[in-house]
């Protein structure tokens, strides 16, 4: 433990205040409701920092922390989505609505997690709960500054006014897309949602289980993914039950078994990487140090970097009616991508549906993050052959009429 890690541990979350009790102990909040103590009783050093103080017996060594825009997206459980303008017909828009004495976020928040509301939105003392809809997107945030009017209840806190609210998205479901289904009459074509290992399938899978309301298919069979919720996982491919199926295959016959395609493709240094902690640590687990650092990670990349090239240039060749769709582009846009995938699947779009995924895009596949390898993997020679292939797709795509490559692939 040391004074930092805590401190920082608490921005992370959203939270105002860091604490730090025996030595060890970290506490984060919002509040202090505790009398003032002696300086002197906290007189523990930290366990990790021995030339600092963290608490004592009893005693909390409290910071009040400086958040930047990045790590106060949070208020506790509560997740901020920004500022936005007063809807045209709030009423409609936010069906439930009160004033509080002396509003704070912990208050809204509370009240609209009460009423099983998944957005607490603040207007002055006023809160309002509902769920986003057309004629409240989260769309078209302002500027934040648009929103620095002071809570009633508290000092450091915003609630913005009557005309630009702040929005918190709380820990309330959003059930209107949770629900899922077989195809109700079978499918008369077969749609692949391909892509090289790696590149989001998963995500892209429970993207479009919600937002169309179905269930996708597999290739494969994966009963970690079925014991997950993927109950197409266990149907056999062809069984025309799924509204898309899952597959990394890249033969001229594997391809041509389909009538159209979703074709993911993500940034090869990402993929490759996702694939190798998939390959060694699981769905959402991580490959350890000495995996990255022994003979198995050359070796990956010396096999699997050439099957990320050969894999789409084998469905742009091959596939009948590809429709491509770019991992970053879908997590910057997911709603309009995803609207286009649903569309390219023949089924008509919920704008209602597209709303609440938004609100849950990550379901329970996506690594934390949090362990982030100190350097880079790969070698100049590695990135001199990848680079190489990445001209190779761009150019690819662009033949076929389609935009190339995201900008960021691309060497700088």
Avoid at 189 to 215: C, D, K, M
Avoid at 224 to 234: A, I
Avoid at 283 to 288: D, E, K, L, P, T
Avoid at 308 to 318: C, G, I, K, R
Wanted: glycine content about 8%; proline content about 4%.
């Amino acid at each position: 433990m040391t004074v930092f890690r805590c401190q920082d541990n608490c921005a992370e979350r959203g939270y105002m205040f860091a604490g730090l009790e025996f030595g060890a102990e970290c506490y984060c909040g919002h509040k202090i409701q505790a009398p003032n103590a002696s300086e002197s009783d906290c007189n523990m050093e930290c366990k990790g920092e021995k030339s600092n103080v963290c608490g004592g017996a009893n005693r909390l060594s409290i910071y009040r922390l400086e958040l930047s825009q990045e790590s106060a997206r949070r208020y506790g459980s509560a997740i901020f989505k920004g500022c936005f303008h007063r809807p045209d017909n709030v009423t409609l828009a936010l069906p439930f609505s009160t004033v509080i004495q002396n509003m704070s976020v912990d208050k809204c928040v509370d009240l609209c997690t009460e009423k099983e509301k998944s957005l607490a939105v603040l207007a002055g003392d006023t809160c309002h709960c509902g769920f986003p809809t057309p004629l409240f997107s989260l769309h078209e945030p302002e500027e934040e500054a648009m929103c620095l009017h002071r809570c009633p209840g508290e000092e450091f806190e915003n609630c913005g006014n009557q005309q630009y609210f702040v929005v918190y998205q709380t820990q309330v479901q959003d059930n209107r897309c949770m629900d899922r289904h077989f195809l109700p009459a079978h499918a008369k074509q077969l749609v692949a949602l391909a892509s090289f290992p790696g590149a989001g399938n998963t995500w892209a899978r429970h993207l479009i289980e919600l937002a169309t309301g179905y269930y996708t298919g597999s290739y494969y069979f994966d009963g970690s993914l079925y014991n997950k919720g993927f109950k197409g996982e266990r149907d056999h491919w062809r069984s025309g039950r799924t509204i898309c199926i899952k597959t990394h295959e890249s033969g001229k016959k594997e391809i041509e078994a389909f009538d159209s395609s979703i074709l993911m493709i993500r940034n090869p240094y990402k993929a490759l990487m996702a694939e190798f902690n998939r390959k060694y640590g699981g769905h959402i687990g991580f490959a350890s140090q000495a995996h990255w650092k022994g003979k198995e990670w050359p070796e990956f990349v010396k096999n699997y970097a050439p099957w990320w090239a050969s894999h789409t240039l084998d469905w742009l060749h091959y596939g009948r009616n590809v429709h491509v769709v770019h991992f970053e582009e879908l997590k910057r846009d997911l709603f309009s991508r995803l609207k286009g995938m649903v569309q390219f699947l023949g089924l008509k779009v919920s704008e209602d549906r597209l709303l609440c995924v938004e609100g849950q895009k990550d379901g329970n596949f996506k690594r934390s993050g949090l362990r982030k390898l100190e350097y880079d993997p790969y070698t100049a020679e590695m990135r001199t052959n990848i680079e190489e292939m990445i001209r190779t797709v761009d150019a690819a795509l662009k033949k076929r009429n389609m935009s190339g490559v995201p900008d960021e692939y691309k060497p700088r």
